[in-house]
């Protein structure tokens, strides 16, 4: 097992990188995926090489910690979450203008809880009463496990330089 170069340094000047696992045993692809079997799958060494999507630090005693993930998919309970499935069902809400899912880490670095950064629609107030109409929404179209368990209201969300909204910002804001 590898970290995959560009590698970032922490605090504690460890290098946090992707794992990718190296080996004879490694799969061939994704079974008539083509586009998806050459952004994971790569020929290292003459061995056939797969980029997790995980984050880790290989310690000097090779023990391998977990630090999350590359993309925004996310495990709560037991189950695996695309945070942007979750964003497309809460954007879908009548009551919320704009909205995107965060997840909230606790000490060892795991998915403690799932929020949401919520813009409601105008004339919609923040609190409780919203909170209840979007959690009745969400019961009706998504399962239970992808339900935000908190709700944030923002009279608006950050935005990146490219007008997207600061997902990363918001994620650091949560895990401060």
Do not use: C, W
Not at 31 to 37: A, H, I, Q
Not at 80 to 95: C, F, G, K, S, T
């Amino acid at each position: 097992m590898t970290l995959v170069p560009g590698t970032v340094r922490t605090e504690d000047d460890q290098q946090v990188g992707e794992l990718e696992i190296i080996g004879l045993s490694v799969s061939k692809g994704y079974l008539n995926r083509p586009e998806k079997t050459a952004a994971a799958f790569t020929e290292e060494h003459g061995m056939r090489g797969y980029r997790t999507g995980d984050l880790g630090i290989i310690a000097e005693d090779g023990l391998i910690f977990y630090r999350g993930r590359t993309d925004f998919q996310i495990k709560l309970n037991g189950y695996r979450i695309e945070l942007e499935e979750v964003d497309h069902y809460l954007n879908q809400a009548p009551m919320i203008h704009q909205a995107v899912a965060v997840p909230k880490y606790n000490a060892e670095h795991k998915v403690q809880q799932m929020l949401a950064y919520v813009v409601p629609e105008q004339g919609e107030e923040g609190g409780l009463a919203l909170t209840k109409k979007i959690r009745a929404h969400l019961q009706q179209v998504m399962m239970p496990y992808m339900i935000p368990q908190r709700f944030i209201y923002k009279a608006a969300l950050p935005l990146t330089p490219n007008g997207k909204v600061a997902v990363k910002a918001l994620i650091s804001e949560v895990n401060a």
